[in-house]
Nanobody, 120 residues
């Protein structure tokens, strides 16, 4: 069984920064692409950033130049550094990852989400 657990959310003023973390645990053989998504109240869940197993990154236009996704494969962790935060960044942030377990079965796993609120 594989679990993803996010942390690092909270309340921050406009212009501030937060760093989200997502740790994968369980019977992991390898981790492929990882990503962050977000869902604001009353809106659909949107893709924020992705990172491949080789470290290639991609970002939504709304966060380019402000957010940075990275990963530490030794720790089975993906990060999202968020700078110059805006009120419209307020949302629940979810991580997901394609994980191959020790039985060599690959699944798409999601965390439970962490709330980010940008407000003065």
């Amino acid at each position: 069984q594989v679990q993803l657990v996010e942390s690092g959310g909270g309340l921050v003023q406009p212009g501030g920064s937060l760093r989200l973390s997502c740790v994968a645990s369980g019977s992991i053989f390898s981790i492929g692409a990882m990503a962050w998504h977000r869902q604001a109240p009353g809106k659909q869940r949107d893709l924020v950033a992705t990172i491949t197993s080789r470290g290639i990154t991609n970002y939504a236009d709304s966060v380019k130049g402000r957010f940075t996704i990275s990963r530490d494969d030794a720790k089975n962790t993906v990060y999202l550094q968020m700078n110059k935060l805006k009120p419209e960044d307020t949302a629940v942030y979810y991580c997901n990852a394609f994980v191959t377990n020790i039985a060599r079965t690959t699944g798409d796993y999601w965390g439970q989400g962490t709330q980010v609120t940008v407000s003065s």
